[in-house]
């Protein structure tokens, strides 16, 4: 596959966003929240389980909208500009850092002039959603609010329903629909659909984020319309519907309208999607699993998803792949969970065909089952999350170990080897 880019484009460290070499360059913090591990390194089931059940409900939203939308009873609505045909200079924002592997967030600013949130950059699902000044619950109370009165650019749309994820524990996320102008580290979106939500669902009290920018398709779009990355490609604002993902304990990036070559090493090598007629997820096909160099599980569909902390596979091929591990153990049978001998943690790689790109034992490893044990909790989760019978989930701890390029306009993913200096740790 042949790819070229204008070297003008956009970096964000948890939005780190740099333009190019003639432009002035702004570094904008993807930051890491909600640890999976206590302060005496023992695993966290109660936290693990409450993610799991926030992505189940995520992704069963998720493939609603898009068989919906496939049978033609929902439509993605056009919501292109005329292209500015220019690169507006980037604007710098503050540095931050915070917690451990669970999720990846940076701040984008909505309405005119600009009120700033600190969201989770999720490429495994299509809405962007904000905390309400309508929302009055506990829940939101620590959370930074959008005001619409605020803001001259701010827009409400009317007739066209409500934004709404219900959970298992039958409570939202909802909200009223509104257009505004949104920027990302000094990428700027006018008239982009967004949900300022007046109802918080429980699973996000105590998590630091006010919201969620989703980078998949629009097909899964509950909104129904495009995305921040194909909006600012339509308008003028980034070379190409592509952006790299490099995420570590320290400086990660997301960068905007192609990838950051400082971050890896030789070829990227690319996968098209599985779906390339009107895709919805981040999804590639022909996946297979290794345990050393013994091949546990093949010909799989795998989804990318940054909103993710864990790798979720379907229990039955999960447990095959942890027969191959000596020693290992269910631990926690209703969420999936393994433990294995904490002085040998395996080596677990995933292949597309070429490649085999592994997951440390130190991202492997989840922590103690408990205080004291000697052994350890696999990141490796026999869960299926309602997705279909084969897909596995590949969420942060594969991802800290590779440059991801996710590819909107050639519908490919691509994975590079990361160099010494940027090893994802």
């Not at 919501?79 to 999720?103: C, F, G, H, V």
């Not at 949104?182 to 979106?189: F, P, Y």
């Not at 949900?195 to 899964?220: E, Y």
């Not at 790109?357 to 490893?365: A, E, L, R, T, Y």
Request: net charge negative.
């Amino acid at each position: 596959m042949t790819l070229k880019w204008t070297l003008l484009a956009v970096i964000i460290h948890t939005f780190v966003v740099i333009a190019s070499s003639a432009a002035n360059f702004a570094v904008v913090p993807l930051c890491k929240g909600l640890s999976l591990t206590t302060t005496d390194n023992v695993f966290n089931l109660e936290k693990a389980a409450l993610q799991a059940t926030i992505l189940e409900d995520k992704h069963r939203q998720n493939i609603d909208n898009y068989h919906q939308r496939a049978k033609g009873r929902m439509k993605v609505r056009d919501t292109a500009l005329p292209p500015r045909y220019m690169y507006k200079e980037r604007q710098s924002e503050p540095l931050i850092d915070e917690n451990s592997d669970s999720e990846w967030t940076g701040f984008v600013s909505i309405g005119t002039p600009g009120q700033k949130f600190l969201v989770d950059v999720d490429t495994g699902s299509s809405d962007l959603w904000v905390t309400s000044a309508s929302c009055n619950s506990s829940i939101c109370a620590s959370k930074r609010k959008y005001e619409a009165s605020l803001s001259p650019t701010s827009m409400q749309i009317q007739g066209e329903g409500a934004f709404e994820i219900v959970y298992g524990d039958k409570s939202t996320v909802s909200g009223p629909i509104y257009r505004d102008t949104v920027n990302i580290g000094g990428i700027e979106v006018q008239n982009q659909y967004f949900s300022p939500v007046t109802n918080l669902s429980r699973q996000f009290d105590g998590d630091p984020i006010d919201g969620i920018i989703g980078l998949a398709f629009p097909s899964i779009s509950n909104i129904g319309r495009d995305t921040f990355i194909d909006n600012a490609y339509q308008q003028g604002a980034i070379p190409a519907r592509v952006f790299g993902l490099y995420l570590a304990n320290t400086g990660s990036e997301l960068y905007l309208g192609g990838y950051d070559q400082k971050h890896f090493t030789g070829d990227i090598e690319y996968h098209s999607l599985q779906v390339n007629d009107n895709p919805g997820f981040w999804e590639i096909g022909g996946a297979s699993v290794y345990v050393g160099d013994t091949l546990a599980q093949g010909t799989f569909p795998t989804i990318i998803d940054s909103g993710t902390t864990l790798v979720y596979g379907p229990p039955d091929m999960v447990k095959s792949v942890y027969a191959l591990i000596p020693g290992a153990a269910v631990f926690d049978e209703k969420q999936g969970f393994y433990s294995f001998p904490c002085r040998s943690t395996p080596k677990v790689s995933f292949s597309w065909g070429g490649r085999k790109w592994s997951i440390p034992g130190d991202s492997f490893n989840l922590g103690l089952t408990r205080a004291g044990a000697s052994t350890c909790v696999g990141a490796l989760v026999g869960n299926s999350l309602g997705l279909r019978r084969s897909t596995w989930l590949l969420g942060g701890r594969f991802l800290k170990h590779v440059y991801t390029v996710f590819d909107a306009d050639e519908l490919a993913i691509g994975f590079a080897q990361l160099r010494s200096a940027y090893s994802g740790v």
